[in-house]
């Protein structure tokens, strides 16, 4: 299994009771499509769950920006470094629908994380999916072209064609929007190509 579908089905089974802990007496808010959430360079304040919709998480560059991530409903969004660490944001956090949020103050959070080992166990198993999957799409990066790029995604996430504007799903797999709608035009009638493949496994 992908490791983002790993992960996401990871965040789908955790126990009510966690996350009722976890985010007991958070505040819930809604936004509007394309609102910035957060921003590169700030600090991390809060520890989210989306409650619907989606988030992408993006790095910008002068005018151009890389999207790196998207959290669906029931994901908590993975920002580690800052939240652990206190250092500024890496990225900025977009809601690319209408969604609403929980949030629980940063440092609550990771009390509260830290107070129970059976709920940072679990938490634990989903940091390790994380990095596996960060990694994964690194080595995916570093040695496929734009097209395999597309073909990887075309088979292992067919929903993100559905559920993304194709501006981000382009961002996402470092390409323009102009080429990733002809590229997808050129490969509807063909048998596509494959990607270099690196194995799946599932962390015990």
């Given amino acids: 299994m992908p490791y983002r579908k790993l992960l996401h089905e990871l965040y789908q089974n955790i126990p009510d009771a966690f996350k009722n802990y976890l985010f007991e007496g958070s ?17 991390m304040t809060n520890f989210f769950m989306v ?5 992408r998480a993006l790095y910008s560059n002068g005018n151009s920006s890389i999207t790196t991530e998207f959290y ?3 994901e908590m969004v993975t920002c580690f ?26 440092d609550i ?12 166990n679990f938490f634990d198993k989903i940091i390790a999916v994380f990095m596996f999957e960060q990694q994964h799409r690194s080595q995916i990066f570093r040695t496929s072209t734009a097209i395999e790029r597309y073909d990887h995604l075309l088979r292992n996430y067919p929903e993100y064609l559905e559920l ?12 323009k929007r102009e080429t990733l709608s002809r590229m997808r035009k050129k490969m509807k009638n063909s048998k596509g190509i494959r990607v270099k493949q690196y194995p799946h496994f599932e962390p015990a």
């Fill in 27 to 43: 505040s819930v808010k809604s936004y509007r499509k394309e609102t910035i959430l957060s921003k590169q360079g700030e600090s």
């Fill in 51 to 55: 409650e619907s919709g989606i988030i």
């Fill in 72 to 74: 669906f409903e029931g």
């Fill in 81 to 106: 470094i800052p939240a652990y660490t206190g250092e500024e944001m890496m990225q900025s956090l977009q809601a690319i629908t209408d969604t609403t949020i929980r949030c629980c103050p940063i």
């Fill in 109 to 120: 959070f990771k009390e509260r994380l830290l107070a129970r080992p059976d709920v940072r």
């Fill in 164 to 175: 993304i504007p194709l501006k981000y799903l382009a961002s996402f797999i470092d390409m």
